[in-house]
């Protein structure tokens, strides 16, 4: 404290008192408010640092949930290429996260999570699968992500065209859809998808001279022959060529004639050996069919022409469509017609079924009413699917065909079997071609000049069918990838 008083000469004089007390209690005072403001900033930082760390976790966490849910699509596609018809993981019922979660622990050392699965069987008329799966870290079982992929089995629908045999497309020939052959292929007219052969090189039977490509062409100029760099050639390869590529088996199909015959006789029609040539089809767009005996056909010399035919007894009318769309014919079989809203497939089937003869024919339209994958028809035969000397100038085909032992295409008609019929104008195939031999519409001479068939053919690709095919239309046994993506927990997919 400050003190002043006179002294003996009446001078003031000032005394400080106690002063050095005072001053070391105002340095515990700041000491001690720097030491709060301290403790508290550095008590926010830790929170701050305990935060961002738990946040940081969180993310981690989070992170693996989305691979632990891939795992589980991976897994379950693994699951399907062993079993492609278990949709239930080896459990009584169908994989459901509310109704019955098929589990599983994801093992990194200790288990470090799990992932849910739910699994979508195929809808009628499709092969595609769909995959469900969630997944979360142990630590952080609330926050989850969620993966759905989409698979499925292709049909034999899958090509514009696919063949067993070396293949000539000629000039006049426009596809629009990919085009496969086990044999080599010689293409001259315009594909707009990529051609593929399991031939890296092959000897074209249509002329003679060394091996050519696998697929190559003799439009001007002509493909070099092997091993000269393969050109381009995009005035006719629009969408590409690419050999050798693997083969398709064919035999797999004879398989799927005995399950057909099955479905037939369950809860289809089972049309029977008619003891004559064979059975005529029409189809109804309301949903109805008649069919008849054909007692015979006309023949131009040996070849038969499919054509002029007559009939023994009546027509059986109005015959609905069966319920699983299933019509197996152990005959030969003609058909017509249109379809609206309906998906059939019509199988020609004598026994034995591995090696019998029968032959599908079309020589009028045959066609949907809707073109968005509603409609569908499907035709087997175990040998030829044929187009007869009677047949449209302008014939169109809608739906997927297979020739399994012999070919899609026509018969060569000299101008001496009818001056008319035998040269026609332009056919359309809407769907798919397999064909075991060799496939053709035209017929040319060895200058190249044409000598009966029709002048125009369009093989349009259905890419419908591919993954919706006609009723138990034969597929693959291994899954395609279609789609992925990630979904919220509550959200519809």
Sequence with gaps: MYKSQKNKNNNWKLEIGN?????????????????????IIAGGLIALINQQQ????IRKAKAQALHLAEAGVNYYRWHLAHDPDDYTDGTATTCNEETNPCIHDYLQGDTMGQFSLTITPPSTGSTVVTIKS?????????????????YGLPSWARYAVVA???????????????????????????????????????????????????????????????PTTVPARL???????????????????????????????????????????????????????????VDSFEYCGSTPTGGDLDYQGNWTTDEPFPN??????SDHVWIDGSIDGHRLTIVAAEDPLASGDADIWI??????????????IGLIAQNDINIGLYSEDILRIDGALIAQNGRVGRYHYSSSCDPIYYDRDTITVFGAIATNQRYGFKWVYGDGTKASGYTTRNLDFDGNLTYAPP????????????????????ETY
């Design 134 to 150: 969630t997944g979360w870290v142990n630590d952080f079982e609330d926050y989850k992500r969620r993966v759905v992929a989409k």
């Design 471 to 490: 009723p138990l239309f034969p597929s693959t046994d291994t899954y395609d990838f279609i789609s992925w993506e990630e979904v919220l927990i509550n």
């Design 54 to 57: 738990r946040l940081n976790r």
């Design 363 to 376: 020589n009028t339209n045959l066609t949907y009413t809707n073109y968005n994958g509603t409609d569908a």
């Design 164 to 226: 067993n045999a070396d293949m000539r497309f000629g000039e006049g020939t426009i596809v629009h859809g990919p085009l496969h052959s086990n044999g080599g292929v010689r293409f001259d007219g315009i594909a707009y998808n990529e051609i593929t052969s399991a031939q890296e090189s092959y000897n074209d039977p249509d002329h003679s001279g060394g091996n050519e490509f696998g697929v190559h062409t003799h439009v001007d100029p002509t493909d070099p022959l092997p």
């Design 324 to 329: 699983n769309g299933i019509i197996f014919v």
């Design 19 to 39: 002063w050095k007390f005072q001053q070391k209690g105002a340095i515990l005072i700041m000491t001690m408010t720097f030491t709060v403001v301290f403790l």
């Design 235 to 293: 005035d006719v390869f629009a969408g590409g060529r690419s050999f050798p590529t693997p083969s398709i088996d064919f035999n797999a199909i004879t398989v799927d004639l005995a399950m057909l015959e099955d479905a037939a006789d369950d809860d289809g029609l089972h049309i029977k050996k008619s003891n004559q040539e064979g059975w005529h089809i029409i189809l109804s767009p309301n949903g109805t069919l008649d069919y008849r005996k």
